[in-house]
């Protein structure tokens, strides 16, 4: 809903974040590939499923974010990302601030912002059972 506000650029940039940050715990599981399908979908481009941490550069990458509002975009949907697995844990945290240093949001916007994306990613797997054809 908010990823198809961003740039060209910003779209295949948040899409390496969202691996990175995917895998960081060494656990990309289901509903993280999921999550990221769905980015593909809304944002109209190709999954990179060959996504490797070692050429990524974080510093890099956050700089394609220039606008507030991209920057924004990018955390809320990092936080659904993060919410999907019911996990939030010491290295997800770790990115997450790591990112908001770049971007500069208060804690207390992040704590909303987290609250959101915890709620979007379980009306995420109520819709999907709704839905499900079992």
């Known amino acids: ?18 691996h990175y940050l995917a895998r960081i715990d060494n656990e990309y599981g289901e509903k993280e590939q999921e999550i990221i399908l769905e980015y593909c979908a809304e944002m ?7 996504f490797e941490n070692d ?7 956050l700089k394609d974010f220039k606008s507030k509002k991209s920057k924004k975009i990018v955390i809320l949907e990092l936080m659904i990302l993060i919410h999907a697995d019911d996990k939030f844990d010491l290295k997800e945290r770790t990115l997450i601030n790591q990112i908001n240093d770049a971007f500069a949001f ?18 995420y797997q109520q819709g999907k059972l709704f839905i499900d054809d079992k």
């Open 55 to 61: 050429g990524f550069s974080l510093s890099e990458t």
């Open 1 to 18: 809903m908010l990823l198809m506000k961003l740039q060209p650029r910003e779209k295949f940039s948040f899409l390496q974040l969202a």
């Open 44 to 50: 109209g481009i190709e999954n990179d499923d060959a």
């Open 106 to 123: 208060s804690n207390k916007d992040m704590d909303f912002y987290s609250q959101w994306g915890k709620a979007v990613a379980a009306l």
